[in-house]
């Protein structure tokens, strides 16, 4: 086991988590102790496009008494980028020693062997490399992104796949005429024709409410390459000789409507759904559903193309954190922004939910406590909003942003006031800097359920000559 570093209590202890160490804390306080005497780490991740992002920390020299700490927190640091911004190929630039424990720990059959495959295999689908380097020769960032969305001309539909439910609207020159949403068990079928069935329902839902289809946009969890979920937890029951039916899915559909089809990322389209609402850019989106979705749209307005799997990315350096179910690792923010985190927290203050209920109506059933001022259920959401706090403040190291947009059935009614309220005291407290500059905030409460898939609808651009023929 590596030695940690050093770990920081926070000023606002979550009311059912006296244990939480928040990375945000640990972090800075790593940094600014070895700042004085450090020598430079550079790591520089590869995407299967060409495009390379770049980032730049300072640890202890080899020889320094405290240089074990630095293979903890340089782990950390990769583990979160990995999923931030995505990369098959890695370049370590700084001590060799940094570089080789993390060409062992992110191998075939290292401790992160689940991010060595899952980026390799089912991501970019090419072998997953750590180089190692000096400093200088990690190559120049490159990914400047690219504009999407915002077309909201003519006819068009908009979806939203979530785990536990499903979003549709119909969308006419910018105005919504019909919306509906739908809960579903997606996880738990496996048979493609099912998924395939079920959004096509949707889609033409949405068209008897209009005269004409000119576009359909998508949003949904997992990660999209071309309009193709090369992984998605909402598809984690397919197996993997029937996967490719589910990987042209949405070609299948685009071809059989005849008509422009674009899907990305829920989190992606959930930054564009504020950016579009706020009209401004450097937003951060934050989906807290079934999982935590993240999205970003940067300080021009553009799509970088990153992974913002920040499901997956660690939160919570404590040794006590509850573990990821799919990747195994520990701290990560699923397990703190989600319903997956009120699931977690409930038992603690002697809510039982009831077994046999779907994921969606278990939710609902806390907050139909919540709502009635049950003091546990309000604990519950005030360490969600604490918990989100500490994440905003180390999201701000990685992000240069000014506004973060909340949204996702676990925000919805009180409980949405209360993880504002909670996040905006522990960044005036513990980070005034950043909210001093950052504004976080909850789009309104009919926004905040159908805004995912209005944005989806406006991501792709009709055909000019379609457009001649309307």
Request: aromatic residues 8%.
């Given at each position: 086991m590596i030695e940690s570093i050093k770990l920081v209590t926070p000023q606002i202890i979550p009311p059912l988590d006296d244990e939480f160490r928040p990375a945000a804390l640990a972090s800075r306080t790593f940094q600014k102790e070895c700042s004085e005497i450090s020598v430079p780490l550079v790591i520089g991740l590869e995407r299967g496009d060409g495009k390379l992002s770049r980032f730049e920390a300072q640890?202890?020299?080899?020889?320094?008494?405290?240089?074990?700490?630095?293979?903890?927190?340089?782990?950390?640091?990769?583990?979160?980028?990995?999923?931030?911004?995505?990369g098959s190929k890695i370049y370590i630039g700084g001590p060799c020693s940094i570089g080789n424990h993390l060409q062992a720990w992110y191998s075939p059959n290292g401790k992160r062997s689940f991010d060595y495959h899952f980026m390799s295999e089912q991501v970019y689908e090419r072998p997953f490399l750590v180089e190692l380097c000096d400093p200088s020769e990690v190559p120049p960032a490159n990914d400047t992104g690219r504009a999407l969305g915002r077309h909201l001309d003519g006819c068009r539909i908009g979806f939203d796949l979530g785990a536990s439910d499903r979003k549709v609207s119909a969308v006419m020159d910018g105005r919504v005429v019909y919306s509906e949403e739908v809960i579903w068990e997606p996880r738990n079928h496996s048979d493609p024709e099912y998924h395939y069935n079920e959004i096509v329902k949707a889609i033409k839902s949405a068209a008897s409410k209009m005269p004409r289809v000119d576009a359909i946009g998508?949003?949904?969890?997992?990660?999209?390459?071309?309009?193709?979920?090369?992984?998605?937890?909402?598809?984690?029951?397919?197996?993997?000789?029937?996967?490719?039916?589910?990987?042209?899915?949405?070609?299948?559909?685009?071809?059989?409507?005849?008509?422009?089809?674009?899907?990305?990322?829920?989190?992606?389209?959930?930054?564009?759904?504020?950016?579009?609402?706020?009209?401004?850019?450097?937003?951060?989106?934050?989906?807290?559903?079934?999982?935590?979705?993240?999205?970003?749209?940067?300080?021009?307005?553009?799509?970088?193309?990153?992974?913002?799997?920040?499901?997956?990315?660690?939160?919570?350096?404590?040794?006590?954190?509850?573990?990821?179910?799919?990747?195994?690792?520990?701290?990560?923010?699923?397990?703190?922004?989600?319903?997956?985190?009120?699931?977690?927290?409930?038992?603690?203050?002697?809510?039982?939910?009831?077994?046999?209920?779907?994921?969606?109506?278990?939710?609902?059933?806390?907050?139909?406590?919540?709502?009635?001022?049950?003091?546990?259920?309000?604990?519950?959401w005030q360490s969600l909003g604490i918990y989100l706090?500490?994440?905003?403040?180390?999201?701000?190291?990685?992000?240069?942003?000014?506004?973060?947009?909340?949204?996702?059935?676990?925000?919805?009614?009180?409980?949405?006031?209360l993880i504002l309220e909670e996040a905006c005291k522990v960044l005036e407290a513990e980070f005034p800097e950043i909210a001093s500059r950052l504004q976080v905030q909850l789009p309104d409460e009919h926004s905040r359920r159908i805004g995912q898939s209005i944005a989806a609808a406006s991501l792709p651009i009709i055909d000019e000559l379609m457009e001649q023929e309307i």
């Amino acid at each position: 086991m590596i030695e940690s570093i050093k770990l920081v209590t926070p000023q606002i202890i979550p009311p059912l988590d006296d244990e939480f160490r928040p990375a945000a804390l640990a972090s800075r306080t790593f940094q600014k102790e070895c700042s004085e005497i450090s020598v430079p780490l550079v790591i520089g991740l590869e995407r299967g496009d060409g495009k390379l992002s770049r980032f730049e920390a300072q640890v202890f020299p080899v020889d320094h008494p405290r240089a074990q700490e630095n293979f903890y927190f340089a782990e950390r640091l990769l583990k979160y980028l990995l999923w931030q911004r995505g990369g098959s190929k890695i370049y370590i630039g700084g001590p060799c020693s940094i570089g080789n424990h993390l060409q062992a720990w992110y191998s075939p059959n290292g401790k992160r062997s689940f991010d060595y495959h899952f980026m390799s295999e089912q991501v970019y689908e090419r072998p997953f490399l750590v180089e190692l380097c000096d400093p200088s020769e990690v190559p120049p960032a490159n990914d400047t992104g690219r504009a999407l969305g915002r077309h909201l001309d003519g006819c068009r539909i908009g979806f939203d796949l979530g785990a536990s439910d499903r979003k549709v609207s119909a969308v006419m020159d910018g105005r919504v005429v019909y919306s509906e949403e739908v809960i579903w068990e997606p996880r738990n079928h496996s048979d493609p024709e099912y998924h395939y069935n079920e959004i096509v329902k949707a889609i033409k839902s949405a068209a008897s409410k209009m005269p004409r289809v000119d576009a359909i946009g998508g949003s949904s969890a997992g990660i999209y390459l071309d309009n193709r979920p090369m992984v998605a937890s909402l598809f984690r029951s397919i197996p993997a000789e029937r996967f490719h039916e589910i990987q042209n899915i949405f070609l299948r559909i685009r071809d059989e409507m005849d008509v422009p089809l674009e899907v990305l990322n829920d989190g992606d389209v959930t930054a564009l759904a504020g950016s579009m609402s706020i009209e401004e850019n450097g937003v951060l989106g934050i989906a807290m559903g079934s999982s935590l979705a993240a999205g970003y749209i940067d300080m021009h307005g553009h799509i970088l193309g990153w992974l913002n799997e920040l499901a997956f990315a660690p939160i919570d350096y404590s040794s006590t954190a509850p573990m990821d179910e799919w990747s195994g690792d520990i701290g990560c923010g699923a397990q703190y922004l989600s319903q997956q985190c009120i699931f977690r927290l409930a038992p603690r203050v002697g809510i039982q939910i009831p077994s046999n209920l779907p994921d969606a109506e278990k939710l609902l059933f806390i907050q139909e406590k919540l709502n009635t001022g049950h003091k546990g259920a309000i604990k519950i959401w005030q360490s969600l909003g604490i918990y989100l706090g500490y994440a905003l403040a180390h999201y701000a190291t990685f992000y240069e942003m000014k506004h973060v947009i909340i949204l996702g059935r676990c925000t919805s009614g009180l409980g949405g006031t209360l993880i504002l309220e909670e996040a905006c005291k522990v960044l005036e407290a513990e980070f005034p800097e950043i909210a001093s500059r950052l504004q976080v905030q909850l789009p309104d409460e009919h926004s905040r359920r159908i805004g995912q898939s209005i944005a989806a609808a406006s991501l792709p651009i009709i055909d000019e000559l379609m457009e001649q023929e309307i």
